[in-house]
Nanobody
Framework: QVQLVESGGGLVQAGGSLRLSCAASGSTSSINVIGWYRQAPGKQRDLVARISNSGSANYADSVKGRFTISRDNAKNTVYLQMNSLKPEDTAVYYC???????????WGQGTQVTVSS
């Protein structure tokens, strides 16, 4: 199994930056894709960004050019650098890992990001 723990959320003014971290433990060598999703109140959970073992990343259109996902394999940690934050980025951000030949899915507990206008 894979366990995920997020950190780095908080309150920031519009235009500001935050960096989220997701530390993975357990069967980390079996992770195929790891990334970030977010869920605003009353809305569904949507993909923000994800990165594969090959380093290939993809992003939601709403964050392209503002957010950057990266991973440090030595630390088993994935990061989400969020710049030029907007109030509409306010949500709970969840780390997600797909592992064991895409058979399993693991979620972190979530971290709140609030962007004030």
């Amino acid at each position: 199994q894979v366990q995920l723990v997020e950190s780095g959320g908080g309150l920031v003014q519009a235009g500001g930056s935050l960096r989220l971290s997701c530390a993975a433990s357990g069967s980390t060598s079996s992770i195929n894709v790891i990334g970030w999703y977010r869920q605003a109140p009353g809305k569904q959970r949507d993909l923000v960004a994800r990165i594969s073992n090959s380093g290939s990343a993809n992003y939601a259109d709403s964050v392209k050019g503002r957010f950057t996902i990266s991973r440090d394999n030595a630390k088993n940690t994935v990061y989400l650098q969020m710049n030029s934050l907007k109030p509409e980025d306010t949500a709970v951000y969840y780390c997600n890992a797909v592992y064991n030949i895409y058979l399993y899915n693991s979620w972190g507990q979530g971290t709140q990001v609030t962007v004030s206008s």
